[in-house]
């Protein structure tokens, strides 16, 4: 039944410039962020990975909050998208051209966290602009979103089958794929223009007025669990490819692409698991497979690592877009952009900073250990995900036990 329904979602043109969008946009971030690590070492520039990564986070504080606010209140968010396309596509080829002249790390760390700035809010406010399209109905949610997924796994393909696994070249083919994003949203309806508020105060400007979701006790528990996700699977991206190299594998790019292949099987699966299953046991799911992922990587065998890859689909897909649909659900219309914005500032700014900064400590740690350091890497971060577990199955609730089937519904 739910492969009938994913068809009967595949074959609505209605969805099909939705589902153009998040193949382009999963394409260009899976181009840069999966073979930044070893692009970077291949420059001599392996002192900068976690901050480099960590600079997505520092750009979450920033930039997402004050776009969604300009998009729940004052232009469409399909324009806000266009524009940040077209900055993200410059951005990413002028830190591609820093790391290939050697500028230096400062000018390259610059010149990637101007990049960041750009991009980090195209993810929630492309989010918002499908979710308006929905908006009677999360279930086509997750085969529109397997979309992203297929262009990240994509985009990965594309690299190594250029041999870009280590080269620049990967980030100046994310930025002509950033390009088509800009290009794309000329075929999507503007929707209301909005026209901005008077007598707004600088933080509602900003997005800040935001922070007032925080309020409600499970968006609270949601929110912080995906953020405190966000800690442990900072770990994954940068890390996984050198584990891979370490135990022989080459293309690893193309190797990480694994994880998005059963990630697309999670999305196609997730409208038929939420007809039958609370929210919070999908979402507690998410977070068994990441206990159990990392535990496989602590193995530090070759199977065991690819065991691993292959479950972070699930972990994903159960954890972070089933919070997404929360949101859509839950959450006020008027104010679904900051709230897909916050949780973006939360994810990608609280939670990926203390992430990259601090697992890349731990890893540092681990690696002063001759004796298996990848065993206790991995293990620690299990080890965090059970304790994750425990706080969410302790503290949220919701309300309900069936299906929710209309916004104002609650689970």
């Not at 918002?128 to 994509?154: C, D, E, H, Y």
């Not at 196609?268 to 698991?273: F, H, I, Q, T, V």
């Not at 219309?333 to 949780?343: D, E, F, V």
């Amino acid at each position: 039944m739910w492969l009938g329904s994913v068809l009967k979602t595949f074959r609505r043109g209605e969805y099909a410039e939705l589902m153009g969008l998040y193949l382009l946009q999963g394409a260009a971030l899976g181009m840069w962020f999966v073979p930044l690590s070893t692009v970077l070492a291949a420059h001599g520039l392996s002192a900068l990975r976690s901050y480099a990564f960590a600079t997505s986070a520092v750009a979450a504080f920033v930039t997402p909050l004050f776009f969604g606010a300009v998009a729940d209140r004052h232009a469409s968010p399909v324009r806000v998208l266009r524009w940040l396309a077209l900055a993200t596509a410059v951005t990413m080829a002028l830190a591609s051209t820093a790391i290939w002249i050697g500028a230096g790390p400062g000018v390259v760390l610059a010149a990637i966290q101007l990049h960041a700035l750009c991009s980090a809010p195209t993810w929630s406010i492309a989010s918002t602009v499908v979710f308006a399209r929905i908006a009677n109905s999360p279930q086509p949610f997750g085969p529109i979103r397997a979309m992203a997924t297929i262009g990240w796994l994509g985009g990965c393909l594309v690299v190594s089958a250029l041999g870009a696994d280590q080269s620049t070249l990967s980030g100046y083919a994310g930025a002509v794929v950033w390009l088509a994003v800009a290009g794309i949203t000329f075929l999507l309806p503007l929707g209301a223009e909005m026209r901005g508020a008077e007598r707004l105060t600088w933080a509602q400007r900003l997005g800040l007025d935001a922070l007032s979701l925080l309020r409600h006790r499970d968006h609270r528990v949601v929110f912080l669990t995906t953020a405190l996700a966000s800690i442990p699977l900072a770990g994954f991206y940068p890390n996984a490819p050198l584990h891979l190299q370490a135990l022989g594998f080459e293309r690893t790019a193309a190797w990480m692409s694994l994880g998005q292949i059963t990630e697309v099987v999670a999305m196609l699966s997730l409208g038929a698991l939420m007809l039958r299953w609370r929210l919070k046991w999908i979402l507690a799911w998410g977070l068994i497979f990441g206990v159990v992922r990392f535990a496989l990587s602590a193995l530090d065998t070759p199977s065991g690592l690819v065991a691993s890859i292959l479950l972070h689909g699930g972990s994903y897909t159960l954890v972070w877009i089933t919070a997404q649909i929360y949101l859509n659900e839950r959450v006020d219309p008027a104010w679904r952009a900051r709230g897909q914005a916050l949780m973006s500032m939360l994810n990608g700014g609280v939670g990926n900073l203390a992430g990259y900064l601090s697992v890349g400590f731990w890893f540092t740690m681990c690696a002063s250990h001759r004796d298996r350091p990848w065993t206790m890497f991995w293990g620690g971060l299990s080890l965090a995900c059970a304790a994750l577990l425990l706080f969410f199955l302790a503290t949220y609730h919701g309300r309900g036990s069936g299906p929710r089937r209309n916004v104002g519904a609650t689970q």
